[in-house]
């Protein structure tokens, strides 16, 4: 039994409907369903569902291009990413063999713990991208803890918030973070806080 455009509808298949209609439906040797709803109903339920099908379409478009976009701006930042690398190691290497500075960031300590950011989207209708990030986070905490080395996890985005906010048993989630589509500078930073605390 099923409801199609609002109405109680009957089916069977190679037997006879029960109730008091018992005798009046019977399907045929060629094993067509017999169905109660009018061909209007299903003409409209079918529309209404090529409709609804449409609209998750365009909204899947328009998400794979906001991902594109944000792709070609970390692709663009990346020289800019490798430079500032360059400089903080040579300034580093340099204030190493200064004996009057005295500074957290240039102690060599063992690696003990690790911190994984794992940047993810707010909603799933961006392809892969979302499933891709948790699973190649589960599988980075897996090899650090396969070589000994615990880790700890900072979230930016609504999936991956849900998804190890439910794990808290097999992650230690350190925070959790919402920014929406565009960051502020004020929530950047606050990232940015969390990330040094625990680095120092």
Same mark, same amino acid.
């Given at each position: 039994?099923?409801?199609?455009?609002?109405?109680?509808?009957?089916?069977?298949?190679?037997?006879?409907?029960g109730?008091?209609?018992?005798?009046?439906?019977?399907?045929?040797?060629?094993?067509?369903?017999?169905?109660?709803?009018?061909?209007?109903?299903?003409?409209?339920?079918?529309?209404?569902?090529?409709?609804?099908?449409?609209?998750?379409?365009?909204?899947?478009?328009?998400?794979?291009?906001?991902?594109?976009?944000?792709?070609?701006?970390v692709?663009?930042?990346?020289?800019?990413?490798?430079?500032?690398?360059?400089m903080?190691?040579?300034?580093?290497? $340099?204030?190493?063999?200064?004996?009057? *500075?005295? %500074?957290?960031?240039?102690?060599? #300590? @063992?690696?003990? +713990?690790?911190?994984?950011?794992?940047?993810?989207?707010?909603?799933?209708?961006?392809?892969?991208?979302?499933?891709?990030?948790?699973?190649?986070?589960?599988?980075?905490?897996?090899?650090l803890?396969?070589?000994?080395?615990?880790?700890?996890?900072?979230?930016?985005?609504?999936?991956?918030?849900?998804?190890?906010?439910? $794990?808290?048993?097999?992650?230690?989630? *350190?925070? %959790?973070?919402?920014?929406?589509? #565009? @960051?502020?500078? +004020?929530?950047?930073?606050?990232?940015?806080?969390?990330?040094?605390?625990?680095?120092?």
């Open positions: 039994m099923q409801a199609i455009g609002g109405r109680r509808a009957n089916f069977v298949r190679g037997g006879r409907v109730g008091t209609e018992r005798a009046a439906m019977r399907v045929g040797r060629s094993g067509r369903l017999a169905c109660q709803a009018s061909l209007k109903d299903i003409r409209d339920r079918i529309g209404s569902v090529k409709n609804t099908q449409k609209i998750t379409d365009a909204m899947k478009l328009v998400a794979a291009a906001k991902v594109r976009r944000a792709q070609d701006a692709i663009s930042g990346r020289p800019f990413a490798s430079k500032l690398v360059d903080l190691y040579g300034v580093n290497t $340099r204030l190493r063999n200064e004996t009057d *500075v005295d %500074s957290p960031l240039l102690e060599v #300590k @063992p690696v003990e +713990k690790v911190l994984v950011v794992a940047f993810t989207g707010d909603r799933g209708l961006c392809g892969g991208f979302n499933n891709f990030i948790l699973k190649r986070t589960e599988q980075r905490v897996a090899e803890k396969a070589s000994g080395v615990e880790a700890e996890l900072i979230l930016v985005g609504k999936k991956g918030g849900q998804y190890f906010g439910r $794990r808290t048993d097999q992650y230690e989630v *350190v925070r %959790s973070f919402e920014t929406g589509q #565009k @960051p502020t500078v +004020k929530e950047s930073q606050a990232i940015a806080d969390v990330i040094y605390s625990k680095f120092v």
